[in-house]
Every structure is written in structure tokens, then in C-alpha cells.
């Protein structure tokens, strides 16, 4: 079993930043694949960015490239979103989740573990 606990949400005006962590615990994560997604009441959890633990490598999609990162700090089992030049529209519920394969990419059902979710509110 793995936890997976978001923090770093909150409320920032547009044209902010915000960087957001997932702790995990339970097990190593070294073989996993980490994504981020978001979600807006009413809509399908959308995916944002992925790493794969074991290399590194990383994708971001498109809509979201330049603006958001993923990155990881591998000795406190942490990934983060980094999140720049923030819009309302980024206004969501954002979670981390993990997936014990690598063959995975931005359906959300093809991850095993998820985090509770960490609102972000982004003001106009």
C-alpha cells in the first residue's frame, strides 16, 4: 500500500505561484509512475504532468507546458507541481496518485493510489 498525502494549496491571485507536494509513504516509489491531475466539480479528472521514478523522465501536457513542472525529491519520497503564472481557470482540486507500472500515461484509472486532493483557488 502506498499514502499519498497533497499539501501546498491555497488561494493566490493570478500571476502567482504556487508549489505543491506529494508525501508518500508505505513503500518505495522507485519503480512507480507519479502523476498529477485536477478536477472541477461537474468535470473528468484531468491530467496535468507524469514522472516515471525509476529514470526520471517526465511528460507535461501540452495545455500546461511552461507554466507547470513536476519534479521530485527522491530521499523524502516527495513529488511537486510547480506552478506558475497561475489563471482562475486553474481554479481545481488537484491530486497526486501513483502507479505501480511504468505503462501508464493520463487515464486516470490506470493509477493505483491517490491522494486526498488540495484545493487551489485562483482570484481574478
Known amino acids: 500500500q502506498v499514502q499519498l498525502v497533497e499539501s501546498g494549496g491555497g488561494l493566490v491571485q493570478a500571476g502567482g505561484s504556487l508549489r505543491l507536494s506529494c508525501a508518500a509513504s508505505?513503500?518505495?516509489?522507485?519503480?512507480?509512475?507519479m502523476g498529477w491531475f485536477r478536477q472541477v466539480p461537474g468535470k473528468e479528472r484531468e491530467f496535468l504532468a507524469l514522472?516515471?521514478?525509476?529514470?526520471?523522465?517526465?511528460y507535461h501536457a501540452d495545455f500546461m507546458k511552461g507554466r507547470f513542472t513536476i519534479s521530485r525529491d527522491n530521499p523524502k519520497s516527495t513529488v511537486y507541481l510547480q506552478m506558475n503564472s497561475l489563471k482562475p481557470e486553474d481554479t481545481a482540486v488537484y491530486y497526486c496518485?501513483?502507479?505501480?507500472?511504468?505503462?501508464?500515461?493520463?487515464?486516470?484509472?490506470?493509477?493505483?493510489?491517490w491522494g486526498q486532493g488540495t484545493q487551489v483557488t485562483v482570484s481574478s
Open positions: 496518485a501513483a502507479a505501480r507500472s511504468s505503462q501508464v500515461f493520463n487515464v486516470p484509472e490506470q493509477y493505483d493510489y
Open positions: 508505505g513503500r518505495t516509489l522507485r519503480s512507480y509512475t
Open positions: 514522472m516515471h521514478m525509476s529514470s526520471g523522465a517526465t
